[in-house]
């Protein structure tokens, strides 16, 4: 089975300031990697997944995302943010290899931009 | 592309009602999901289709819960006998055959169930 931990449950940062979001996870095999965003009242927006390759992941709203095999780490970032970007954030993990799988989500980030 | 669209966005009901919802996938994906969010809690698995086949389910599935596709296009939740433990916001997703295995799923709006 599969877990995901985000490390910090709030995040408050100042706005042109630069933002980590810590995601680590355990799993027994190997998984796809994902970041979604969820502004209040609202679904989720996929922010940026890792499947395989460059373990460096570019994503949407200028959002980064470095997968750490050895680390079992997928931490989000983003050099200077802005106050739209104030919402929750959540990693999640998948079992490659095998489609039509649950998304295991951790319990999400709350980033709060403050000018 | 449309995107996943839920419906309604927002439901009241008394304890012990039924309660359906409904969830238009993106056009032509034929994998669908159905997740619960409860408040400050990340999405939890409920089951999942494939085209009209519900392929696997939660143990959050309890029996007063029950999901349908009848013709593999739109889904939907019912859910009987509401507990006010049913409050959450029910979240559907989507996601296309690709090639591969890679799974992207697309999530709708939500529908936000208040059961008092």
Redesign the interface.
Same mark, same amino acid.
């Given at each position: 089975a599969q877990s995901v931990t985000q490390l910090d449950s709030q995040v408050p940062v100042f706005e042109e300031a630069p933002v980590e979001l810590r995601c680590n996870y355990s799993s027994s095999v190997s998984v796809y990697l994902f970041w979604y965003v969820q502004y209040p009242n609202q679904g989720l927006q996929l922010l940026l997944k890792y499947l395989s390759g460059s373990t460096l992941v570019k994503g949407i709203n200028g959002f980064e995302a470095e997968f750490n095999k050895s680390q079992t780490s997928f931490h989000l970032r983003k050099p200077s943010v802005h106050i739209s970007d104030t919402a929750e954030y959540f990693c999640a993990v998948t079992r490659s290899g095998q489609a039509g799988t649950a998304l295991i989500f951790g319990k999400g980030t709350t980033l709060s931009v403050s000018s | 592309d449309t995107g996943?669209s +839920?419906d309604p966005r927002h439901k009241i009901t008394k304890r012990g009602q039924n309660v359906t919802f409904r969830c238009d996938p993106i056009s032509e994906h034929n994998?669908l &999901?159905w &997740?619960r969010q409860t408040l400050? +809690?990340? *999405?939890?698995?409920l089951t &999942?289709f +494939?085209n009209e086949a519900q #392929?696997?389910k939660?143990r959050l599935l309890s029996d007063r819960f029950s999901a349908e596709r009848p013709k593999g296009s739109f889904s939907t939740l019912e859910i009987q006998r509401t507990e006010q433990g049913d409050s959450a916001m029910y #979240?559907c997703?989507s996601?296309p055959?690709g090639s591969g295995?890679?799974?992207? +799923? &697309?999530?709708? *709006?939500?529908t936000?169930l208040t059961v008092l």
């Open positions: - | 996943v +839920q994998r &999901y &997740y400050g +809690q990340g *999405p939890e698995f &999942y +494939q #392929l696997e939660s #979240l997703a996601s055959v295995s890679t799974d992207t +799923q &697309y999530f709708g *709006p939500g936000r």
